[in-house]
């Protein structure tokens, strides 16, 4: 399964931002997505987390401002970003785990490429 993450782009403080990740490939069922964030000298950390029935999580330097939603029939995970700030800069990945549907069932996680958002202050 591949996932293709689009919508990073540059922003002002304060701005919004909707990232989108379609994921793709042979017969797939798709369980839990979630959004992750890596900012420059730092580690990945996760950002927010949705489930297969749709029960979210989310890192407590973005709630209320991030919203996750993923649309089942189009196997795509979106994260909304409101308010954001400086500190929101960095690479944002997707990832996604499930089961490959094929001769045999095989669990995949898979990442998608990153997509950049710059915050200006």
């Known amino acids: 399964v591949q996932l293709q993450a689009s919508g990073g782009g540059l922003v002002q403080a304060g701005g919004s931002l909707r990232l989108s990740c379609a994921a793709s490939g042979s017969t797939f069922r798709l369980n839990a997505m979630e959004w992750h964030r890596q900012a420059p000298g730092k580690r990945r950390e996760l950002v927010a987390h949705?489930?297969?029935?749709?029960?979210?999580n989310y890192a407590d330097s973005v709630k209320g401002r991030f919203t996750i939603s993923r649309d089942s029939a189009k196997n795509t995970v979106y994260l909304q970003m409101n308010g954001l700030k400086p500190e929101d800069t960095g690479v944002y990945y997707c990832?996604?785990?499930?089961?490959?549907?094929?001769?045999?069932?095989?669990?995949?996680?898979?990442w998608g490429q990153g997509t950049q958002v710059t915050v200006s202050s």
């Open positions: 990832n996604a785990d499930g089961w490959n549907l094929g001769d045999e069932i095989v669990a995949f996680r898979s």
């Open positions: 949705i489930s297969s029935g749709g029960n979210t």
